[in-house]
């Protein structure tokens, strides 16, 4: 059964306005970080649009002169090679599957992110703990046996959550691939002998695990179905709400 759909800001006042109750909790437990750095993360389905909206972000950033750093889901060259070939021959279980996202993440985390973040970044992550906790349930592991797995990862300073349409999303996908990948469809669960509408069920049973997590874990909902210039400035503005750019801004030189 589909869970009943968030409320998503659909205009800037009123986004900003939906995010105010959460700022004054938010801050506090920023506050009491160890280190002086800040991460934001987004968060969605497949065809959601957060990857081209955290890029545009992260240009805008960059040309700024800020001090950032970007991390991506399932990047890691530790267990890179151990996903591909699991991949190709279709050995993977969820509980095998759900393992090795997560020591990618703990590499990441321990090689990259906490580092920066120590050093005083602004770290942006294409996807973070909650994709597992969306996916991998979405595969049948035990969500507290996840939560347990990556507790060790701390809560963001902000996480937008870009929620499109199941049908917007997958429209978007199905476009642009040639051809949808055996795990990416969903087919190791029997979903669908058609991975089309595998690939539909699955993003589907993800996106309703993505809404259980709205309210729990805080996200700051984005619509994305909104233009995309019109999204990426309502993004900057929550950002500079949320989180103090100016303590990452480039240093001024002294004349």
């Not at 809404?211 to 400035?233: A, I, S």
Request: hydrophobic share 40%; proline share 5%.
């Amino acid at each position: 059964m589909a869970t009943a759909t968030p409320e998503i800001a659909t205009t800037e006042i009123s986004a900003s306005e939906s995010t105010t109750a959460q700022a004054a909790p938010e801050r506090a437990l920023v506050a009491k970080r160890p280190y002086p750095g800040a991460l934001v993360v987004v968060e969605g389905i497949d065809g959601s649009g957060k990857s081209t909206q955290l890029y545009l972000l992260k240009r805008w950033l960059e040309i700024g002169g800020y001090r950032i750093h970007f991390t991506e889901w399932n990047s890691s060259p530790l267990v890179k090679s151990a996903t591909r070939r699991g991949k190709q021959r279709r050995l993977l279980t969820p509980t095998t599957f759900s393992l090795l996202h997560a020591a990618d993440f703990a590499d990441r985390w321990e090689r990259q992110i906490m580092p920066l973040l120590q050093g005083g970044y602004l770290v942006l992550a294409d996807r973070y703990i909650y994709t597992a906790f969306a996916r991998d349930a979405a595969r049948g592991c035990s969500p507290h046996w996840l939560r347990n797995l990556y507790s060790f990862a701390p809560i963001p300073d902000i996480t937008f959550y870009f929620r499109a349409p199941l049908d917007v999303a997958v429209t978007r996908i199905i476009a642009g691939r040639p051809k949808l990948k055996y795990y990416e469809a969903g087919m190791d669960l029997g979903i669908s002998l058609d991975r089309t509408e595998s690939f539909r069920i699955f993003q589907e049973k993800i996106l309703n695990n993505y809404d259980q997590m709205v309210e729990t874990d805080r996200f700051v909902l984005m619509d994305g179905t909104m233009r995309v210039n019109k999204l990426q400035k309502l993004m900057r503005q929550l950002l500079g709400e949320r989180i103090d750019l100016a303590h990452f801004a480039p240093k001024r030189k002294r004349k």
